[in-house]
């Protein structure tokens, strides 16, 4: 009788362990506990409200980079022609045209293939973006037709006034002969005013 009693004792001991293997568990919440309804309420409150400010300002860039695009583009290539054409000992040009509003440039000791494989590659302003017109001198002004302005292996730099606009937004790139820089304006500049702010 002792004997069947020990055997009780030592199965309700292995059910016991078991129960306290189970009982080392975490305890799993009698409900999952949620976001309340004034969380969720400013949480949306924000995100209306990061919304409100960033769209104007994401439609107003995609809206009128179009001739800022345009002129950092002429920016970046006449300081690269510049520099390209001092270190590899090689004049170079730079092509607008402004009847298909396409900008492109070579050397000029590329062969002809390769000049036209640049010309397909060109840069295509944006729509609404044109080139009015490009000044050269008093006298010399393009206002159609392919205009062209050369950086010198010397490091010089044919000087040249290139008007931009953007429906009623212009610029004005002001090309220097000796510096590596291309002033601009956020508005029309002659190139008699240009010289006269020198």
Same mark, same amino acid.
């Given at each position: 009788?002792?004997?069947?009693?020990?055997?009780?004792?030592?199965?309700?001991?292995?059910?016991?362990?078991?129960?306290?293997?189970?009982?080392?568990?975490?305890?799993?919440?009698?409900?999952?506990?949620?976001?309340?309804?004034?969380?969720? @309420?400013? =949480?949306?409150? &924000? $995100? !209306?409200?990061?919304?409100?400010?960033?769209?104007?300002? *994401? %439609?107003?860039?995609?809206?009128?980079?179009?001739?800022? @695009?345009? =002129?950092?583009? &002429? $920016? !970046?290539?006449?300081?690269?022609?510049?520099?390209?054409? *001092? %270190?590899?000992?090689?004049?170079?040009?730079?092509?607008?045209?402004?009847?298909?509003? &396409? $900008?492109?440039?070579?050397s000029i000791?590329?062969?002809?293939?390769?000049k036209d494989?640049?010309?397909?590659?060109?840069?295509?302003?944006?729509?609404?973006?044109?080139?009015?017109?490009?000044?050269?001198?008093?006298?010399?002004?393009?206002?159609?037709?392919?205009?062209?302005?050369?950086?010198?292996?010397?490091?010089?730099?044919?000087?040249?006034?290139?008007?931009?606009?953007?429906?009623?937004?212009?610029?004005?790139?002001?090309?220097?002969?000796?510096?590596?820089?291309?002033?601009?304006?956020?508005?029309?500049?002659?190139?008699?005013?240009?010289?006269?702010?020198?």
């Open positions: 009788m002792g004997k069947g009693k020990t055997k009780t004792s030592i199965a309700g001991i292995s059910n016991c362990s078991s129960c306290l293997a189970f009982s080392l568990q975490p305890k799993q919440p009698a409900s999952s506990k949620g976001f309340t309804l004034i969380e969720l @309420t400013v =949480v949306v409150f &924000l $995100i !209306g409200l990061m919304l409100l400010i960033a769209v104007p300002k *994401v %439609r107003d860039t995609m809206l009128n980079d179009g001739l800022e @695009t345009t =002129v950092n583009r &002429l $920016i !970046g290539m006449a300081r690269e022609l510049r520099s390209d054409a *001092v %270190r590899n000992q090689v004049d170079y040009v730079l092509h607008i045209d402004m009847d298909n509003d &396409l $900008i492109w440039a070579h000791d590329m062969t002809p293939e390769a494989e640049m010309k397909k590659r060109a840069f295509r302003l944006p729509e609404d973006v044109k080139v009015m017109d490009i000044s050269f001198s008093e006298e010399e002004k393009m206002t159609d037709g392919e205009a062209t302005i050369r950086f010198s292996r010397k490091n010089y730099t044919q000087p040249a006034v290139i008007h931009l606009a953007e429906k009623d937004r212009h610029f004005t790139l002001v090309v220097e002969p000796f510096l590596s820089s291309v002033r601009t304006y956020d508005k029309y500049i002659d190139f008699r005013d240009q010289i006269a702010n020198k």
